[in-house]
């Protein structure tokens, strides 16, 4: 049940030769992070994992870094938001891009109030409530309003922002973060990506822990060496 990474790997002489260098080792190290990330997910051991599922998880996440990262970097550019942190973070909240809640398109889970003036979406979700994890159903649909979705009986807490795409999504999620009061401070911490999105998270009251959930987005950079594209923002 141990999962190890680097040169402690087993192979001939000749093979280790060509793979206990930094780029083979960092892929060993990404994919045992995601098989532990698996194991816990589905509560199996390292032994009884699937490797297909193992390899399907690994091509989603390259497959979201490809399609999704540099459009990111580009629009936290002009700000001082670490497009690092960025990235993870969106990368968590959509799941790798497969939980984007459909049609929705709300790729960071932001949900909508009555202030909200676009379209919204009311989809099935968890809060907690006085330290209780409940779930609130919603009705599935899409709505050209909050208050077309509250007049339809969808409950408040199930309706969530929708979009038309993926760089709509971010663009307001940009947006949100630096020109919010609620964020004005969290945006000035520049000490690391780590710091400034636990920043962000204290203040939008985050229902997960705040320390948990900036974690989780600092393993994600480290594993995906996603400071590269800090560099890229500068």
């Known amino acids: 049940n141990l ?3 680097g040169r402690c790997l087993s192979a001939t002489s000749e ?32 032994r ?3 490797v ?12 979201f870094l490809d399609n999704y990262a540099d459009i990111i970097t580009q629009l936290v550019a002009p700000t001082t938001l670490f497009a690092s942190s960025s990235i993870a ?33 009311s989809r099935t979700t968890y809060e907690y409530i006085n330290g209780v994890k409940t779930k609130f159903v ?29 760089r709509q999504s971010c663009e307001d999620y940009v947006r949100l973060l630096t020109t919010s009061s609620r964020y004005a401070s969290a945006v000035k911490v520049t ?3 780590k710091d400034q999105i ?8 985050a229902t997960k822990s705040a320390d948990k959930y900036s974690e989780s987005i600092a393993s994600v950079i480290r594993q995906h060496d996603l400071t590269k594209y800090d560099k890229k923002k500068v």
């Open 15 to 46: 093979a280790a030769g060509a793979v206990r260098v930094m780029p083979p080792v960092m892929a060993m190290g990404q994919a045992a992070g995601t098989a532990a990330a698996l194991c816990v997910k589905t509560g199996k051991t390292p």
């Open 3 to 5: 999962l190890v990474a």
């Open 52 to 63: 297909t599922t193992l390899v399907a998880t690994l091509k989603e996440q390259k497959a």
């Open 198 to 205: 636990y920043a962000i998270l204290k203040a939008g009251d």
């Open 89 to 121: 973070h969106c990368a968590l909240e959509s799941g790798w891009g497969k939980s984007n809640m459909g049609s929705a398109n709300n790729y960071f889970g932001f949900k909508a109030t009555s202030s909200w003036k676009g379209k919204v979406a």
């Open 138 to 166: 919603g009705t599935g649909k899409d709505y050209s309003s909050y208050a077309a979705a509250i007049a339809d009986g969808a409950h408040k807490q199930t309706i969530f922002r929708a979009y038309d795409g993926f």
């Open 48 to 50: 009884t994992l699937d």
């Open 191 to 193: 000490t690391s990506p």
